[in-house]
């Protein structure tokens, strides 16, 4: 079993930035890819961000290319999740989950362990 804890979010302004990390416990995740998803209210769960077991392949959606980015430290069994010039529409909570294969994906259904979540909200 992995456990997946995330911290870092809060509430910003418009064109702020924030660092989101996620903890593992459990086992390593060290051959797990990784990725960031993120729920608005009445919205769907939405793919945001995934790495490759290495953190060598990264994978963005279109929103938020050239403004996030997602890193891993293996050694520290964390995820992070780096939200630049941050939008309204950024807002959200942001989960973090791992894959027990080294390949990403971008469907929800693939993944096996989830965080809580954490909340961040972008205003106007």
């Known amino acids: 079993q992995v456990q997946l804890v995330e911290s870092g979010g809060g509430l910003v302004q418009a064109g702020d930035s924030l660092g989101l990390s996620c903890a593992a416990s459990g086992r390593t995740i060290v051959f797990y890819a990784m990725s960031w998803f993120r729920q608005a209210p009445g919205k769907e769960r939405e793919f945001v961000a995934a790495?490759?077991?290495?953190?060598?392949?990264?994978y963005y959606t279109d929103s938020v290319k050239g403004r996030f980015t997602i890193s891993r430290d293996n050694a520290k069994n964390t995820l992070y999740l780096r939200l630049d010039s941050l939008k309204p529409e950024d807002t959200a909570v942001y989960y973090c989950?791992?894959?027990?294969?080294?390949?990403?994906?971008?469907?929800?259904?693939?993944?096996?362990?989830w965080g809580q979540g954490t909340q961040v909200t972008v205003s106007s």
């Open positions: 989950a791992a894959r027990r294969s080294p390949q990403y994906s971008v469907s929800k259904d693939d993944y096996d362990y």
């Open positions: 790495c490759s077991w290495t953190g060598g392949n990264t």
